[in-house]
């Protein structure tokens, strides 16, 4: 069991994806100020966790977390006026929140986390999955007039889904949460697919979504 810095969003973080933030509330730049004093020590990574009841913003803003969350690695930090920051970090692996050290003394929440391994399933329905995936998450970006830039890696290509397809926090935490690669790849064809019958009930698409942008 390890222990890591929390830092609660209305958004789910999936690994390999790039999160910008603007950090401004006092205890989230004490845990930017903290990431950046013990780097030389261990890598700079906190942990995205979607709120599941409550906000953002405020000391009694969130109220419920989801149980699985994504660490996520800073790899850029930039000072702005009024003590304000831009941060860039990058989703790694996932993990399960255990329950909050109480004896951290942080001003932000600090939780007992135990990191998550990252089974495929069974490899050749991997293998047809993935192909399946890729064909119909580039007929959507076509549909949107976007390019589907899609990883090869068939595990990555399991996250990837909400990158070209909006999809709400209760469906990317489905995506997260997903035990293996296999399944993860299972739900996000029928959440491709789902979008593109409302699209064609509709006759319009939904524009493909921006990077998550956090003014916390």
Do not use: K
């Amino acid at each position: 069991m390890a222990t890591l810095p929390l830092f609660p969003l209305g958004t789910v973080l999936m690994p390999g994806s790039r999160l910008p933030l603007q950090i401004f509330e006092p205890r989230y730049v004490q845990l930017l100020r903290d990431l950046l004093d013990d780097q030389d020590e261990r890598s700079p990574v906190f942990g995205v966790v979607a709120i599941r009841e409550g906000f953002e913003v405020g000391e009694d803003g969130v109220r419920a977390l989801h149980p699985v969350g994504c660490g996520a690695l800073l790899t850029q930090a930039a000072a702005l006026e009024g003590a304000r920051f831009l941060v860039v970090s990058e989703g790694t692996d996932r993990f399960r929140v255990d329950g909050i050290d109480e004896s951290a003394g942080t001003p932000y929440v600090t939780a007992r986390i135990t990191w998550l391994t990252e089974p495929d399933g069974d490899a050749a329905s991997v293998v047809a999955l993935a192909a399946q995936l890729r064909t119909e998450l580039a007929a959507f970006a076509a549909a949107v007039g976007a390019d589907a830039e899609l990883p090869d890696d068939d595990r990555a290509l399991a996250y990837a889904v909400p990158d070209t397809v909006s999809l709400d926090v209760v469906d990317r935490q489905a995506l997260l949460e997903s035990a293996d690669t296999e399944s993860r790849l299972r739900l996000g064809m029928r959440l491709v697919r789902r979008e593109r019958e409302f699209a064609a009930a509709l006759g319009a698409v939904a524009a493909p979504p921006t990077p998550p942008f956090s003014l916390n």
